[in-house]
């Protein structure tokens, strides 16, 4: 922290020596826009000039200086608190570059709407109302207390209720003063005729902390046990049955562990709290820009201290009425500014800043760390339109974020603000201005979470209004003179680009351009040195840049002239325009390159299968296709890059199938080909004879007429299909007539093939021929018998004995 204060103070040094030593740049009073300081407050804060809350990058010029009162009225989450702040400041110039403020708030009021939200409202020394008049300490979680007596330990980290405090419950922590420490701590219930011995406890003593910018120190019995002196809050109890000694008990249904607490004012607890002189700050605004230039850049370096410290009773009084934060050491404040003039009577500001926040600290109670106080993220824009020299109207929008490592904060609120107002000059040196100001995202009902807790309240009224009145000195403008209108013209560099040809094709004759984009340069001056302004338009393609130079990308345009235009202004009601175009042209004679073709097929397929050929075409040329085909019809497929040939008719035959293509240049192959064999179908078997059970002469002639067509047809196949009656049958009589046909007829034994069909009721043969490639035949039997019976054995005949004979 020292080399952050050593850093600010010798900045500060090197401007105001700079001061002395710079030149003063007169405005022109031909510029309407005048000077005021900010109000600031909720955020910012007050002093540098600019709006009401959002800083330009302008500077009062040497010697100038103003001081200003103002009156706002806000409001801030959580606790629904409406703050009425009177700031009060002091501006003054030191060069082109460099003011010095100072501020201080002459009054603070704060109104608390909605306490029971606030953690400050539950000290010891604080109460809420529990009826029309009944006031009582509020029940809250704490860190537990140290114990006096009694039996019952209540030690360690753990979140502990603490009951209302009486005579609105037993066992809730009576009213201490501050400084609070060794004082009569909560019993929670824990006494009475039933409790032997009663539990007493008493506030112990802070422990641990970091300082001015670390960890909140603990508070046993008071603060909440994520830190800080702040407890967390019950907002609703329900009762339970409990034991013998109690026939009921109290027990939190909402609550919270963190505190909840309003950084601006984190130990309020008045309703309505009144101080003055709660804050001091001082700073500089430091101007990097030049004076006239169109765009202004400014930091906002400052420092704030607190007057009132937690220190005694009286400090931390002052902290409860709501005074300040009471940062031990005060906090140091960066904020960038950035404004520009779109046009004499439009002005835009932006800002960005960050404030570190030192915290509250009490030698009351050792030096103990009361609140991590969180760091300030702000960020803010703004609008103001100067119509006249006397009138100027103003709209903001800002916010404070709250960052950094902090003490949790259980209702933690991120304020947005906007305003809107005007601002009256009578003369350049003084003036009044009004705003109304509104808090976007306060803790109501549609802006958290649509259902509240039970028992929390939320917040309404979110108008505020801001009334200034300034007055100072201001330099005397420079005299009227004739503006010089800017004078020049606009070059480019390249007046034509050059198309390449399209994909997959060339040409012989052009060369396409290396870049689609061209640069503009707008060669103007100004006689009176006046800072150019150049507004670019161009009639196709995309501007990058801005300035006198700029980048033209006509990239994805049409052939065809584009015109691009400059306007030039002085920011003096001088201007000029200036006017260049580029032509993008097409590559000549682009031609394609001969596709390679070619046709594909399978080598063979059998009678009656359709035949696919398909074209291959390399490249993205755009063909038609036409084919044509030696044998078969086609069926499908013409004019596309895939024909199916029909095959029906033409087995032993070859079909070649040529296609040609159109739409290529004549000088390019255009035809090619490919030949699939079609093959002749295979015969099928065919039944030559059947018959039931023959005497074995008959069945010989059927067996002949079989010899006689396996002789004339040398390359069949004959098979003997035998159903059986009994289990041996079949194969008996199929023995027999291979043996005949074999042996009697001559036929080779490999011609012949008996097949078992099964057992049938009635003996039964199938005889079949199959010509050369054929499959067997399938045995179907009908009348299947299962299980095949065996088969009888015939008697043997009787032999007469010789004897007899005689």
Known sequence: MRLATRALISALTIFVLCAAVSAQTLRSPQDPRNQAPAVGTGGPVGGPTGLFTVYDADTIRKGEFTFSIAYSNYDRDPGNVDLVIVPLSFNVGLNDHLELFFKTDGYRGIKVNNPQNLSSFYLPNSQLFFGATLLCTGAAVILPPERVSGSTQLTGFSPLFRPAGPPCNVGGQPFRQFPFIGATGPNFGLTGNNIAPPFTSRIGTPFGGNGSFGAASNFPGMGSTVGSILPGIVLATRTIPANLTFNTLTVPATFTVAPAYLPDAPFINRLYGESSFG?????????????NDALGVALIPFY???????????????????????????DFGLIGAIS?????????????????????????????VLLDRPDEFLAGLGFDFPVNKHFQLIGEARSTMYVGGRTPNAFNNNPVDALGGVRIFPARWWGLGAAYRRHMNQQDQGHYNDTFPAGFRGSDDPNGFIFQLWAGHRNPRIP??????????????????SL??????????????????????????????????????????????????????????????????????????????????????????????????????????????????????????????NWTVSAGTISSGQGT???????????????TATVELGGLDPSCSRTASCTTGVETPPQACRKFDEYADLRFNDEKARLDNLAIQLQQDPGSQAYYVVFGSCDTEGAARSTRAVDYLVNNRGI??????????????????????????????????????SPCPACKVRPRPRVRSRRGRR
Not at 480 to 497: E, Q
Not at 529 to 541: K, M
């Open 279 to 291: 804050d001091m700050v001082f700073g500089a605004k430091i101007r990097l820009s030049g004076p």
């Open 304 to 330: 704030r201290w607190y007057p009132d410290k937690a220190d005694d009773f009286s400090g931390f009084n002052q902290l409860q009425r709501g005074a300040s934060a009471g940062g031990s050491i005060g």
């Open 340 to 368: 520009g003039r779109l046009s004499q009577h439009v002005n835009v500001s932006a800002n960005l800043g960050y404030i570190l926040n030192s915290n509250p600290k009490s030698e009351a109670m050792g030096d103990a």
């Open 480 to 497: 009227p003179h004739v503006n010089a209108v800017p004078v020049g013209s606009v070059s480019s560099s390249s007046a034509s680009i």
């Open 500 to 625: 390449p040809c399209p994909e997959g094709t060339s040409s012989d004759t052009c060369t396409p351009s290396a870049s689609r984009s061209v640069d503009l340069t707008a060669g103007y001056t100004d006689a009176d040195n006046d800072t150019l302004l150049y507004t670019w338009t161009v009639t196709g393609g995309k501007l990058t840049g801005d300035g006198r130079a700029v980048s033209w990308d006509l990239s994805g345009l049409q052939p065809g002239t584009y015109t691009a235009n400059v306007a030039v202004a002085d920011g003096n009601g001088g201007t000029a325009a200036g006017t260049t175009s580029v032509t993008i042209a097409e590559c000549t004679n682009c031609k394609a390159p001969c596709p390679t073709i070619s046709v594909s097929c399978p080598a063979n397929v059998p009678q009656g299968d359709p035949i696919t050929f398909t074209a291959s075409v390399s490249g993205d040329a755009s063909v038609t296709y």
């Open 641 to 655: 890059s895939s024909i199916t040939v029909d095959t029906a008719g033409i087995g032993g035959q070859s079909v």
């Open 748 to 785: 080779d034994r490999g011609r012949i093939t008996v097949v078992d069909g099964g057992c049938r009721e009635t003996l039964t043969v199938e005889l079949w021929i199959c010509p050369t490639g054929a499959g067997a035949p399938t045995a179907t039997n009908s009348a299947t018998v």
